[in-house]
């Protein structure tokens, strides 16, 4: 008896790495007639929207902590000036160039408006603490140096 692959759409939704490898497979030996059309669509699509939210994340967990850094000077630690750092290197490697680096400038504001909440509530601060607009570049927010801030 020999043993058949699964049709490519029930393999998507069985072992995505393993479709991803069959996509890839039939992409080299240029056979596009075979390819999951409908379910790689739909990846991609994924892919893109997922790559878009871990620039927001990043971007707004930074812009909290450099909030959080300018706003409770006597709080400062290591763990702070870590964080900032962490998220800098994270989100300079997503927009280093093109499509998602557009979308972190576009983003900025509203990834502001939710840092200021997150800075709020972790700080006891209230809110109009903070300036109400973002007062950052997307290349001032990847180049803010905490030990500058403490001078």
Not at 36 to 62: G, H, K, Q
Not at 128 to 140: D, G, I, Q, R
């Amino acid at each position: 008896m020999t043993r058949t692959e699964p049709p490519l759409t029930d393999l998507y939704l069985e072992d995505e790495v393993a479709w991803l490898d069959a996509m890839a497979d039939l992409l080299r030996a240029g056979n596009r007639a075979d390819l999951d059309y409908a379910n790689l669509t739909e990846f991609l699509t994924d892919m893109a929207i997922s790559e878009r939210r871990e620039v927001e994340n990043r971007l707004m967990v930074l812009l909290a902590h450099i909030l959080k850094w300018l706003h409770q000077p006597a709080r400062r630690g290591g763990g702070w000036h870590a964080t900032i750092l962490e998220q800098q290197f994270q989100l300079s490697r997503h927009v280093d160039r093109g499509v998602l680096r557009n979308h972190a400038k576009a983003s900025l504001a509203d990834c502001y408006a939710d840092a200021v909440k997150i800075a709020a509530a972790e700080t006891k601060l209230p809110a109009e603490t903070f300036p109400a607009e973002c007062e950052y570049t997307l290349a001032e927010v990847l180049a803010f140096d905490p030990a500058a801030a403490d001078a």
